[in-house]
């Protein structure tokens, strides 16, 4: 089975540029969920969707991220405009539906934000 | 937020030791899970052991879970320098959905 795709691997840009991250999840898998990891930490979950609804933006900083799971399969994480901070490693995953149900992740996007 | 924390945050061990991280949590869980992660990879998941569950083995993995004092520990016996890596706890919290929280991640290094 092929894992969890995202692209680009790493992404160095300006403050203040807008950037955009794309996963595409396991087939099947209904739950994506996108999570921020800085350095030396865990990952924090900054969305999660079951199918085209996202059910937990509640760690989205809405003011300049966005997401979008059109037709409930790929999904695009976007930052406009990127700030220093927004630093991370951002990780996608993917499961089927469940509680029991263990996460896949993607390999993730290094961004670099000079 | 972080539900859970990982102690000790780095672990230095010889090839062939038993290798023991603990997690501790704060809120009532459906079930904790362990993740592993490479330098610069994604997550890989290890195992799952469901709140009404003590123990649970997978191969050289060995999780305990106990809900009174909210805390579960991994342990890893006969390491390998391949077992290099740093290691997560996850919850999902009961009532939760399928929101898993991660902890802060204990950084294992297997020496030859």
């Keep these: ?114 | 937020s972080q539900q859970g924390e990982e102690d000790p945050q780095a672990l230095s061990i010889q090839e062939g030791e038993n290798a023991t991280m603990n997690c501790s949590y704060k809120t009532s869980i459906n079930n904790l899970q362990w993740y592993r992660q490479n330098s610069g990879r994604g997550l890989v998941h290890l195992i799952l052991i469901r709140s009404n569950e003590r123990e649970k083995h997978s191969g050289r993995l060995r999780v305990t879970l106990d809900t009174s004092k909210k805390s579960s520990s991994l342990l890893i016996t006969a390491s390998r320098a391949a077992d290099t890596a740093s290691y997560f706890c996850a919850t999902i919290l009961t009532g939760g959905g399928n929101k898993l929280t991660f902890g802060t991640g204990t950084q294992l290094k297997v020496e030859l």
Aim: aromatic share 10%.
């Design chain 1, 1 to 114: 089975e092929a894992g969890v795709v995202q692209s680009p691997r790493y992404k160095i840009i300006e403050k203040k540029q807008p950037v955009a991250f794309w996963c595409n999840p396991i087939s099947g898998h209904n739950t994506l969920y996108w999570y921020r990891q800085n350095l030396g930490q865990g990952p924090e979950l900054l969305i999660r969707y079951e199918n085209e609804e996202a059910v937990d933006d509640s760690q989205l900083p809405k003011d300049r991220f966005s997401a979008e799971r059109l037709k409930g399969v790929d999904s695009t994480l976007k930052i406009q405009p990127a700030e220093l901070g927004d630093s991370a490693v951002y990780l996608c995953a993917s499961s089927p539906a469940g509680e029991y149900s263990p996460l896949h992740f993607g390999n993730g996007t290094r961004l670099t934000v000079t």
